[in-house]
């Protein structure tokens, strides 16, 4: 069977859960009549996503290089991530409006970062209520700036009408929501990939939209910020117990949590242990760029991001 046979007779999930999905770095656009880099798909019944490029934001991918997703409920439509321009999230929008009639609620930021909340501009327009962590606010509001500036540099035109709208509601901890008996946790699990990182659970559909907690396909990047062994000890003691069936990274294609595991902790562990074993030797942090990271050579981002992973783990393990 073709790929595209086995995605329409066993549906989305199934065709993404081994690895199996499109989205590359080599692959500009999948969705060229939409701003999106991908039509959303539904994943489960009533849960999409958009499944942004696992590549660097550019021109062509429009800065959709992270998942946009959206929850219909009977009481309305909670969307998770706004996308780094106005552009994107009124794209979202138009897709959201050929599966319901139903009005957008809710946004939620996964994080601080530009592609999570840069479209909170349209969706504050709409007057719709947007929620983040407080750290992702604070996040935002620091280096907001700089992501829109990067954005216009970047998407040129793509980018007009963005401007910077800070969360109308921040929290702490988790936020129960029920919409139409639809019970929706936003939980912040601990430190992660970068401040203010959340997850969205909806236990009764065991599915997690993971944000970027978790990453598929692509390696993941390790800011100057960023705790790994903080990251780690959050995916033993916080995300993995969730249990859930359904994974929605934050980047890479809807699979399960054995893929997600593999490419997120297992990467973790793997380069903390190859660095531990360097400063063991006296290895010093030039060469530490070049441990051996062979083994996740297929992930995209590989050429653009190992040698730095490397380098960023070594200076936080140094003094650890």
Known sequence: MTKAILCAAFGALSCFAAGGGVASEDIADQYPQSLLYSKPVEVI?????????????????????????????????????????????????????????????????????????????????????????????HEF????????????????????????????????????????????EVLDLGPAHSPGDISVWLPDQRLVIAGDLAFHERMLPIFPETDTDAWIETWDSGFEPLGALYVIPGHGHPTNMDQVRRYTRDYLVDLRGKIAAHLEEGGDLVSAAYVDQSAWRGLDTFDELATKNAGRVFEEMEWE
């Not at 700089?146 to 988790?174: M, N, W, Y």
């Open 141 to 184: 509001a620091e280096r907001g700036d700089f992501a829109l500036q990067s954005a216009r540099s970047i998407q040129k035109e793509r980018a007009e009408k963005t401007t910077l709208a800070a969360p109308s509601r921040v929290f702490t901890g988790r936020e129960e929501i029920t919409l139409g008996g639809t019970r929706i």
């Open 45 to 137: 019944p009533g849960v999409f996503s958009a499944i942004g490029a696992t590549a660097p934001p550019t021109y062509e991918n429009a800065g959709h290089n992270n998942n946009l997703s959206f929850i219909l409920t009977d009481a309305g439509v909670v969307v998770v991530n706004s996308g780094a321009s106005y552009g994107l999230a009124e794209a979202v929008h138009e897709e959201i409006r050929a599966q319901t009639d139903a009005p957008v609620v809710l946004v939620i930021n996964e994080n601080g970062q530009g592609h999570a909340m840069l479209g909170n501009s349209y969706w504050a327009a709409q007057g719709v209520e947007i929620l983040a962590h407080e750290d992702a606010a």
